[in-house]
C-alpha cells in the first residue's frame, strides 16, 4: 500500500473512483473497489431469451426470501421485477416527485404489472448529507452521488424485513446502454477529454495525469479500443459504487446482468442507429408486451438543484475563484464530496 493524496484526488474526479489498487488517501485507509466477476465465470448469452433464462435461474436460490426490488421506470429493472413476482419494489422519488415524474408513473406500472406493493424512498438533500459519510468511510474515499441514497433505499428495505435487493444496473456494461460512448469511433484523445469527469488539471493545484489508464487501450492511428476500455475502468466504477452503499447498509444485493456476458461482439451499427441494448429492448417487449420500451435514463438525482447556489471549494487543495457555471451538477458534487472528505480526514490521517 502507498499514500498519494494527489493521485487519489485526480482519479476521483477523472474516473469518479480511485482506480489504482494499494494506492491511497491518508495511512491507514485502504480504499475498496468491487472485483470484477471473471470473464471464464461469465454466463455467454446471445439472445434476449438465453438473458431471460439466466436471470431466472440466478432470482431461483431467493424465492424463499423476502426480496426487494430497486425498480426504476427503465427496462433493466422491470425485466428483472418481472421474473420476481410478488416481491416488495423500492422506488427513488425526488422533490416530492416532482421530479422525474414520468420515470415514477412507469415504475408504478411495472411494479402493478407484476403484483409487487411498490415502496417509495423519498430523496431529499438531508437524505443525501445523512448518508455520505457512512458511504465515504466504507469506501475509504470520496463516492458517486447515487450512493448515499441507494444506502437509504437499502436502509429502508432492511427495516421491512427484506433480506435481498435485486438490481440492475449491469445490463448498460454488458449489452451496450452506453450509447453516448458508443455513438462513435473515438480518437485516443478526443475520447480520454469525453470520459473523463473532471478534468484535474482544471480544479486542483497539483493535478495528475490520468491519461495512464487509456494507454492499454491505445490502438494504432491515434484511435482507442473504447469499447475495450469501457468494459474495464468504466464498468468496475459502476459497479464498486453499488457494492459499497449495499455494503456500507449492510444489505446483501443481487445484479444478474453482472454474471452475463456477450457471446458476440457489440452490435455497434444497430446501437448507432438508436436500439442501444438492442437485445434488452427486445427481452422488455417480451415481458411487457403492452408498454412501450422506456427511454434511457441515468439513475434519477437533481444534483443541479443541489448544488444551484453552491459557490464551490475553498480547500488549499483546489484552485481558487474556480467559475462554478460552467461545471454541471454532478461535477459539482464530486467537488463537494472530495473537500467534504478531505475535511473528514485530513487532520486526522495526517
Same mark, same amino acid.
Given at each position: ?250 444489505? /446483501?444485493?443481487?445484479? *444478474?446482468?453482472? %454474471?452475463?456476458?456477450? @457471446?458476440?461482439?457489440? &452490435?455497434?451499427?444497430?446501437?448507432? +442507429?438508436? $436500439? ?17 420500451? /422506456?427511454?434511457?435514463? *441515468?439513475?434519477? %438525482?437533481?444534483?443541479? @438543484?443541489?448544488?444551484? &447556489?453552491?459557490?464551490?471549494?475553498? +480547500?488549499? $487543495? ?33
Amino acid at each position: 500500500m502507498s499514500v498519494d493524496k494527489n493521485y487519489c484526488m485526480s482519479s476521483y474526479l477523472a474516473f469518479r473512483y480511485i482506480d489504482r489498487d494499494g494506492v491511497d488517501f491518508f495511512p491507514g485507509m485502504k480504499h475498496r473497489n468491487i472485483d470484477l466477476v471473471p470473464e471464464e465465470k461469465r454466463v455467454q448469452v446471445s439472445t434476449a431469451e438465453e438473458i431471460g433464462e439466466v436471470v431466472a435461474r440466478q432470482l431461483e436460490p431467493f424465492k424463499g426470501a423476502k426480496r426487494g426490488v430497486m425498480l426504476s421506470g427503465g427496462m433493466d429493472s422491470a425485466i428483472v421485477a418481472s421474473y420476481a413476482r410478488g416481491a416488495e419494489a423500492y422506488t427513488f422519488r425526488f422533490l416530492g416527485g416532482e421530479f422525474q415524474r414520468e420515470e415514477l408513473a412507469r415504475a408504478e406500472r411495472f411494479a402493478s404489472e407484476c403484483g409487487m406493493n411498490l415502496h417509495y424512498v423519498d430523496i431529499a438533500w438531508a437524505t443525501v448529507e445523512k448518508h455520505v459519510d457512512m458511504a465515504m468511510e466504507a469506501k475509504c474515499a470520496p463516492v458517486h452521488s447515487i450512493e448515499p441514497q441507494i444506502i437509504q433505499a437499502a436502509l429502508q428495505a432492511k427495516a421491512d424485513g427484506i433480506e435481498v435487493m435485486l438490481i440492475g444496473d449491469g445490463a448498460d456494461y454488458v449489452f451496450g446502454g452506453m450509447d453516448k460512448l458508443l455513438s462513435q469511433d473515438w480518437t485516443f484523445d478526443a475520447f480520454v477529454k469525453r470520459y473523463c469527469s473532471i478534468d484535474p488539471a482544471e480544479v486542483l493545484v497539483e493535478p495528475m495525469d490520468m491519461t495512464y489508464a487509456f494507454e492499454p487501450y491505445r490502438l494504432k492511428g491515434d484511435m482507442i479500443d473504447f469499447v475495450g476500455f469501457m468494459e474495464g475502468l468504466c464498468t468496475r466504477e459502476s459497479y464498486s459504487s453499488y457494492d459499497n452503499a449495499f455494503r456500507a447498509a449492510g444489505l /446483501p444485493y443481487l445484479d *444478474p446482468y453482472e %454474471r452475463m456476458a456477450l @457471446a458476440e461482439p457489440l &452490435d455497434l451499427a444497430r446501437i448507432r +442507429r438508436g $436500439e442501444s441494448k438492442y437485445l434488452i429492448r427486445e427481452l422488455f417487449s417480451k415481458r411487457y408486451p403492452d408498454i412501450p420500451v /422506456p427511454n434511457k435514463n *441515468p439513475m434519477p %438525482r437533481p444534483v443541479d @438543484a443541489y448544488f444551484a &447556489d453552491w459557490k464551490g471549494p475553498v +480547500r488549499p $487543495e483546489f484552485l481558487p475563484n474556480l467559475e462554478m457555471t460552467k461545471f454541471s451538477g454532478n461535477q459539482k458534487w464530486q467537488l463537494w464530496c472530495l473537500e467534504r472528505f478531505l475535511n473528514n480526514h485530513d487532520k486526522e490521517r495526517q
